[in-house]
């Protein structure tokens, strides 16, 4: 079945330093959604995007939508601690209204 | 943004019994909404699409008589656990679709996590 790969699975990083992951998949998406999780909680949505080539910012996050359609990228600028947390991709399976979720990225970042 | 209510938070059931779990759109009307089971420190496993007045559509391994789901209300969808066992232990969560093409987004409940004793 279609798979949405995370990368990196984890990291550490320092306050104040800018963090960058990507998701990517062999299939086409027609949407990509990027979410953050805590523990013991649903994943909160962060920023939306539609169209390829799509860049979109909300606060200090910024995602795009990948030329190929079948990749999007993350950053996060100037980390702060309540940054940690389950960073996750999701995508619209094309045809249908389901979303496929990525395998996450775990974020870390030292005081 | 738009809020989804998931309840209960957490719940524990002895074998053999059935749990239901609620999921409610609080400010909006939502044709379609999807169940997910999460595992931990793993990613979320799509379960089902729950449409609003039809059936809903099981991926592939799941058990529809084993998760009952039905989607009575623009802004209801309830997942019943049947005859849990311990297997079935897991964080179960919710979204509700939003919107239309080029502009739809998912909301999710704040999840249930399930022990079978």
């Known amino acids: 079945g279609q798979q949405l790969n995370q990368s990196p699975q984890s990291m550490f990083i320092q306050e104040g330093e800018d963090v960058s992951m990507n998701c990517t998949s062999s299939s086409i998406f027609n949407t990509w959604l990027w979410y953050k999780q805590d523990p013991g909680e649903g994943p909160v949505l962060l920023i939306a995007l539609y169209k390829a080539g799509e860049l979109t910012s909300n606060g200090r996050l910024t995602a795009q939508f990948g030329i190929t359609r079948k990749d999007s990228f993350l950053n996060i600028s100037a980390s702060i601690p309540s940054d940690v947390g389950i960073y996750f991709c999701a995508g619209r399976v094309s045809g249908t209204y389901k979303y496929i979720f990525g395998t996450g990225t775990r974020l870390k970042v030292l005081a | 943004g738009a809020v989804v209510s998931q309840h209960p938070s957490w719940v524990i059931c002895k074998s053999g019994t059935s749990v239901k779990i609620e999921c409610r759109s609080l400010d909006f009307q939502a044709t379609t909404m999807f169940w997910y089971r999460q595992f931990p420190k793993q990613s979320l496993m799509l379960m089902a699409t729950s449409n609003e007045g039809s059936k809903a559509t099981y991926e592939q391994g799941v058990e529809k008589d084993k998760f009952l789901i039905n989607h009575a209300s623009l802004t209801l969808s309830t997942l019943t656990v049947t005859s849990a066992h311990p297997e079935d232990s897991s964080f179960y969560i919710c979204?509700?679709?939003?919107?239309?093409?080029?502009?739809?987004?998912?909301?999710f409940g704040s999840g249930t996590q399930l022990s079978v004793l």
């Open positions: 979204s509700a679709r939003i919107g239309g093409q080029g502009n739809e987004k998912l909301f």
